[in-house]
T-cell receptor
Framework: EAGVVQSPRYKIIEKKQPVAFWCNPISGHNTLYWYRQNLGQGPELLIRYENEEAVDDSQLPKDRFSAERLKGVDSTLKIQPAELGDSAVYLC?????????????FGPGTRLTVL | AQSVTQLGSHVSVSEGALVLLRCNYSSSVPPYLFWYVQYPNQGLQLLLKYTSAATLVKGINGFEAEFKKSETSFHLTKPSAHMSDAAEYFCAVTEIQGAQKLVFGQGTRLTINP
């Protein structure tokens, strides 16, 4: 069974440029998460989807970040415009359900460097 | 609000020695607790989880953790370290009754000396 797929793996951009990250969750997983992991820190949740609905986006900086999950499968996270402080690893995860006992499976992440 | 504190951002042990990674949590409600491992340039992989059943939880790769409510701790141990255990380890907490919103600690980097 394929795991969570993310692309690109690495992205280098200049500040004020837009950037987008793509995630394909494990087949059948209706819950999808985007996390940001700053260097030397644990991941922090940005947004959680249940199917195509964003049910928790309280930590998403909405002035520059946006996300979508069309058809409740793949998801895209966008930053426009990027700032120096956005340099981090962006992790996507998926789970079979939303209960606290459901394991989250993580993708390898996209490492973003903003110059 | 829930939080997790991992004592020691970097732990170094010799191959074959005991591994002990410390995690203390703060939660106003009964928690679920998790340990994840992250190898370089990879995503997080679940090692083990506590879900209010047995307080001693066994995970993959010979790791185990014990939930101690009186100490609000969930320390991770392995009797004998292997070179392949070198990685970053994260403790995380979530509320039993809520949807799975994981709150992670800052991580502990484990180095194994030959």
């Amino acid at each position: 069974e394929a795991g969570v797929v993310q692309s690109p793996r690495y992205k280098i951009i200049e500040k004020k440029q837009p950037v987008a990250f793509w995630c394909n969750p494990i087949s059948g997983h209706n819950t999808l998460y985007w996390y940001r992991q700053n260097l030397g820190q644990g991941p922090e949740l940005l947004i959680r989807y249940e199917n195509e609905e964003a049910v928790d986006d309280s930590q998403l900086p909405k002035d520059r970040f946006s996300a979508e999950r069309l058809k409740g499968v793949d998801s895209t996270l966008k930053i426009q415009p990027a700032e120096l402080g956005d340099s981090a690893v962006y992790l996507c995860a998926s789970s079979l359900g939303t209960g606290s006992y459901n394991e989250q499976f993580f993708g390898p992440g996209t490492r973003l460097t903003v110059l | 609000a829930q939080s997790v504190t991992q004592l020691g951002s970097h732990v170094s042990v010799s191959e074959g020695a005991l591994v002990l990674l410390r995690c203390n949590y703060s939660s106003s409600v009964p928690p679920y607790l998790f340990w994840y491992v992250q190898y370089p340039n990879q995503g997080l992989q679940l090692l083990l989880k506590y879900t209010s059943a047995a307080t001693l939880v066994k995970g993959i790769n010979g790791f185990e953790a014990e939930f101690k409510k009186s100490e609000t701790s969930f320390h991770l141990t392995k009797p004998s370290a292997h070179m392949s255990d070198a990685a970053e380890y994260f403790c995380a907490v979530t509320e039993i009754q809520g949807a799975q919103k994981l709150v992670f600690g800052q991580g502990t980097r484990l180095t194994i000396n030959p």
